[in-house]
């Protein structure tokens, strides 16, 4: 009546009923767990993710704030250096300036005291001269006479 092809497949049939019946609860009980465990890896992996982007926004902003802080501190080192070069440039010049007002006032009292021996020299010589001169037109006496009252005059000029 069956032939043995029946056999095996009524036999295959029972056989995943009985497997249905005692080991489906089991079965969805793994899968369940399965799939609830891989929910919660995706959720870690979401939340790690999450995480992982939150701390890269933060290194990416600290890493502008550094780079904007550098420039700030190059900017504010190349002001420095321009003011000091300035600066210098500054006290360079008025350091040139009062050693030429030094050297101009030595050379103006070194010009006044050359006129001053020149004029004293000059005197010196006119008065040998018109010493010499008065001793060959007058006498000793005369000439002592006419010396000792230009000396009392030039002592009250000078005094």
Do not use: C, P
Request: a negative charge; aromatic letters at 6%.
């Amino acid at each position: 009546m069956f032939d043995a092809s029946f056999w095996v497949a009524a036999a295959f049939v029972a056989f995943i009923g009985v497997l249905i019946k005692f080991a489906y609860g089991k079965i969805t009980e793994a899968l369940d767990a399965r799939a609830e465990g891989i929910r919660d890896e995706i959720e870690e992996a979401k939340r790690l993710r999450e995480e992982a982007q939150q701390l890269l926004a933060n290194y990416q902003r600290k890493h502008r704030d550094a780079v904007k802080e550098a420039e700030e501190i190059i900017d504010q080192a190349k002001a420095d250096a321009k003011r000091m070069s300035e600066q210098a440039v500054t006290d360079l010049e008025t350091e040139v300036m009062r050693r030429m007002e030094l050297a101009q006032a030595k050379i103006a009292r070194a010009e006044a005291q050359v006129i001053e021996d020149v004029r004293n020299m000059a005197v010196d010589i006119a008065v040998r001269a018109a010493g010499q001169l008065v001793e060959e037109r007058l006498g000793d006496e005369q000439a002592n006479k006419i010396v000792d009252e230009a000396i009392s005059e030039l002592g009250r000029k000078v005094h």
